[in-house]
């Protein structure tokens, strides 16, 4: 049983345009939400979280989303770079856990 | 500073044989985690060591795999009797503390192939 979902295998965007990935959960206990990023070859990085008390989290070109009700979190690269070309992961746990839960990714291709 | 480590980088076994897995983790981080990512799904947690408490095994699939973390540093992973369905790369991470809101950093994995 799939508790967190990325129905999107892969994203094709062009450099400077938005990126948009999803993740669906269906656990309403998780109230800690990451991003990671996964380069061939290398572990996954931490790219950016947030907590459910939360609706949005911002760093920079990276934006996290989150709507409670839909148990629906997005990630928005804005503009997106050729460097961003990786798999990303979500993730989901209890704040005060420590067990992530990972979706199966979704591989980003910007394009120059 | 260094970050984790893991060896082999890549490990080839037959059927039935033991193997293990190497991780050392970030110096004083007193969390390591261990996940496995099989083709195509996303990472599946393993195992977990907080300081000197008690590991959470929750998440290891069958009695075949077990894990061991010496001094609250260098962990191994073993898995005895591969069999297929255990290929996959195997990934450590660690952390400061072991709560989610603490960065887990990851090592770049070893990738086993059980033929």
């Known amino acids: 049983d799939q508790q967190v979902k990325q129905n999107s295998p892969s994203l094709s965007v062009q450099e400077g345009r938005i990126s948009i990935l999803n993740c669906d959960y269906t656990n309403s206990m998780f109230d800690y939400f990451l991003w990671y990023k996964k380069y061939p070859a290398e572990g996954p990085t931490f790219l950016i979280s947030?907590?459910?008390?939360?609706d949005k989290n911002e760093d920079g070109r990276f934006t996290v989303f989150l709507n409670k009700s839909a148990k629906h979190l997005s990630l928005h690269i804005v503009p997106s770079q050729p460097g961003d070309s990786a798999v990303y992961f979500c993730?989901?746990?209890?704040?005060?856990?420590?067990?992530?839960?990972f979706g199966a990714g979704t591989i980003l291709r910007v394009k120059s | 500073g260094a970050g984790v480590s893991q060896s082999p980088s890549n490990k080839v076994t037959e059927k039935g044989k033991d193997v293990e897995l190497r991780c050392d983790p970030i110096?004083?981080?007193?969390?390591l985690y261990w996940y496995r990512q099989s083709l195509g799904q996303g990472l599946e947690f393993l195992i977990y060591?907080?300081?000197?408490?008690?590991?959470?095994k929750s998440g290891l699939p069958s009695d075949r795999f077990s894990a061991e973390r010496t001094g609250g540093s260098v962990s191994t992973l073993t898995i005895q009797r591969t069999q297929q369905e255990d290929s996959a790369v195997y990934l450590c991470a660690s952390s400061l503390e072991g709560r989610s809101s603490y960065e887990q950093y990851f090592g770049p994995g070893t990738r086993l192939t059980v033929t």
């Open positions: 993730a989901a746990s209890l704040e005060y856990g420590n067990k992530l839960v």
């Open positions: 060591f907080q300081g000197n408490s008690a590991p959470d």
């Open positions: 947030i907590s459910s008390i939360k």
């Open positions: 110096s004083g981080h007193t969390a």
